[in-house]
């Protein structure tokens, strides 16, 4: 339609015409804005070039009710086919409204990075969340989670039966951030049923967290592992009392050894040439243990003595600081031995033992005095220092060979102590030629403790209080022995042959009476 203009404006004429077309054009502007190109494909879709972007790629933008659009790229200058993309998103977006997912997500690496958060609230609240090595397992698996997720950019991307091949990809993959086959020399093996179990449960967390946040309800197809009872009922297999004492004799004097394997090997061959101990010190280097590798052995052979005669587990032993143990000795110093083969005035350490995963807090009176303060002497005499009620009792000093101090003051790792544990065990057998046909690890001693109370005759509600288990718990998974059938003259000489090797019983009335004696 010509528009039609007067053959002879006047100067009030001009200005009228010049303002409309001032109006005019700024309206046009805000329409066009970043819409350049704009096309409508149908009712509440369009596709257009955005103004300010330099590539000139095509957009989508969609209503998706309640006043809200959502606008994402093609990626691509192609017209057809940015129009097939679009219509595509069209439905992709029309099935999260149906589904009651968000249109408006976020990559699968921020909703997982988000779940961390979200556990970590849950951990400073203590409601789902105890521990942080809890989150800290779950970060693990979610690692895994994060590298098959590669392929689909959001959730709504995700197909449900990703996780069909699992199992295998898992047994023969190499994993990003965390595989098994890292030829580590105590991990062999591809993951077992158990850890593959537990992985799925924490990938079964985070989609259950997608729900409850409204991003995606999809529903994963997961993998169904059978987990062999009766192989996880015989998982750190609690010591015998002949392994026990031939671990704790050769303690003794595995804290003086020299050298590691590799060095002892060195050695044997420079002397075989003839070379003198001096000299063969100096060459073999590295593969000489140092003054502090000596310390931390004598750290090791405390603990493990205080595991033994505890029953705490390792994780909630290395969280322990001195304001968290009472010791109450006997005037001489000495254990006091009953005819019966029971302790009363002895070292008796009250533990003040921290919320864990599995236990909440508690105090339990343990033999353990003796230990505790070796353990005080030991770094006393190692850093020259005072030691204060908010250090912790397993510490960081560094090694021989640190370079800063970042880590001092901190308390030692569960995975140091593990593989000190492990060296100890590999020297058992290369140097007395001993090995075990079960595999014995530190939490072993957790069981050998529990056993061995019910075998002297501690009654269960006894040792139940004591470990921070209940009976049911126990009964479940520890008890092996028929202990009425121990007549009182054969546990009597069982409390001698034990107090011989560091196992030390208390008097049952210790562990209740502990508030009222401190």
């Known amino acids: 339609m010509p528009v039609l203009l007067p053959p002879s404006p006047t100067l009030e004429e001009l200005k009228e015409i010049e303002d409309y077309l001032e109006y005019h054009k700024k309206i046009k502007d805000e329409e066009e804005g970043l819409y350049q190109d704009r096309e409508q494909l149908r009712q509440g ?63 699968n690496d921020e909703y997982i990075q988000d779940y961390l958060n979200y556990l970590d609230k849950e951990l400073e609240k203590n409601n789902e969340i105890t521990s942080k090595k809890t989150i800290d397992a779950k970060r693990t698996s979610l690692k895994k989670l994060k590298t098959l997720l590669k392929q689909f950019p959001k959730p709504s991307t995700i197909k449900p039966d990703f996780l069909d091949d699992y199992i295998l990809w898992r047994r023969k993959a190499v994993v990003e951030g965390g595989n098994w086959n890292k030829l580590h020399k105590k991990n062999l093996s591809p993951p077992t049923d158990q850890t593959l179990y537990k992985e799925i449960s924490d990938f079964k967390g985070f989609f259950n967290y997608l729900k409850k946040e409204n991003v995606t309800h999809k529903e994963i197809i997961y993998p169904k592992i059978k987990l062999d009872l009766k192989r996880l009922q015989t998982k750190n297999v609690p010591y015998s009392d002949e392994d026990y004492r031939t671990i704790y004799k050769w303690m003794l004097s595995w804290m003086d ?32 243990k140092g003054r502090k590798s000596k310390f931390y052995k004598k750290v090791f052979y405390n603990l493990f003595l205080i ?19 009472e010791v109450k000795v006997s ?71 640190s370079k800063g101090n970042n880590f001092y003051g901190n308390p030692l790792s569960q995975s140091f102590i593990l593989r000190t544990f492990y060296e100890m065990m590999d020297e058992l057998e290369y140097y007395k030629g001993i090995s075990f046909n079960v595999n014995y690890t530190l939490h072993s001693l957790r069981g050998f403790y529990i056993n061995k109370k019910l075998e002297l005759g501690v009654p269960i509600a006894v040792v139940a209080k004591a470990s921070g288990n209940n009976i049911r718990t126990i009964i479940k998974h520890y008890e092996n022995l028929q202990v009425i059938d121990f007549t009182d003259e054969l546990v009597k000489q069982k409390r001698k042959d034990l107090n011989n090797y560091e196992f030390l019983t208390m008097e049952n009335e210790t562990y209740f009476n502990v508030d009222k004696e401190l």
Do not use: C
């Open 45 to 107: 879709l369009i596709i257009f070039k955005h103004q300010k972007k330099k590539i000139k790629n095509w957009y989508l933008r969609m209503y998706i009710g309640n006043r809200r659009y959502k606008i994402t790229s093609l990626r691509t200058q192609n017209y057809k086919q940015a129009k097939e993309r679009a219509f595509d998103e069209y439905d992709l977006l029309n099935r999260q409204i149906i589904e009651k997912g968000d249109v408006f997500e976020k990559t």
């Open 257 to 288: 050894k020299k050298y590691t394997i590799k060095g002892e090997e060195k050695r044997k061959e420079l002397e075989k040439e003839g070379i003198p101990e001096e000299k063969i010190v100096k060459k073999i280097g590295l593969s000489k």
């Open 307 to 325: 595991l033994a005669n505890s029953g705490l587990r390792i994780s909630s032993l290395l969280k322990l600081k001195w304001e968290d143990i």
């Open 331 to 401: 005037k001489s110093g000495k254990h006091k031995f009953n005819t019966d083969g029971t302790i009363t005035q002895a070292s008796i350490a009250v533990i003040s033992v921290p919320v864990d995963t599995k236990t909440s807090f508690r105090r339990v009176p343990t033999p353990t005095g003796k230990w505790f303060n070796n353990l005080k002497k030991l770094y006393t005499d190692e850093t020259g220092k005072k030691l204060s009620k908010t250090d912790y009792i397993f510490q960081n000093i560094g090694t021989d060979n």
